[in-house]
């Protein structure tokens, strides 16, 4: 059993997987008669040929240290997570080793941040820390196989 420590996530660290969905520093304007900052174009949706669709997906709690057995990747589009909750959940991904995940990573994401995977990225399961959560997720929607999932050994994840 192979053993990884979760890393902080920062939008550096997760670019090679997509963008980390948080605010920017600074806005890029104001709107709304200047009561609300709009943080432009964090991330952009791949959806090939298919449609852009907005769920919210509901996922059971896990506690780490947890056992990482299964990965899933969306080959024709990308796939955002953004957490409804004030709770932080685990992240974790793995670049791809000839149409198989290589070695997972595993990153802390802190409440109110969420993330958008390239199209083909291998991730795990929403997986929020300690307490059941709802996530808005936008990913694609058309023909095609848009699914892969595979068993891996265990990993295991620590803090």
């Not at 939008?11 to 200047?34: S, T, W, Y």
């Not at 907005?54 to 899933?72: K, N, V």
């Not at 791809?96 to 995977?117: I, S, W």
């Not at 307490?131 to 095609?144: C, Q, S, T």
Request: some cysteine.
């Amino acid at each position: 059993m192979t053993n990884i420590r979760a890393l902080p996530i920062t939008p550096e660290a997760f670019q090679p997987f997509g963008e980390v969905l948080m605010p920017k520093a600074a806005p890029d304007k104001l709107i709304n008669a200047g009561r609300c900052e709009r943080h432009h174009a964090l991330a952009t949706v791949e959806r090939g040929d298919g449609e852009a669709i907005l769920s919210i997906f509901r996922s059971e709690a896990i506690s780490l240290p947890y056992d990482c057995t299964l990965l899933e990747r969306h080959p024709l589009g990308s796939q955002a997570f953004m957490p409804l909750g004030a709770d932080p959940w685990l992240s974790v991904v793995a670049h791809d080793d000839d149409g198989r995940p290589g070695q997972p990573l595993a990153f802390l994401v802190p409440a109110g941040v969420g993330v958008n995977l390239r199209a083909g990225v291998w991730h795990g399961v929403l997986t929020p820390l300690d307490n059941a959560a709802d996530f808005l997720v936008v990913d694609r929607e058309g023909e095609g196989v848009n699914l892969e999932e595979v068993t891996i050994a265990p990993v295991t994840i620590t803090a």
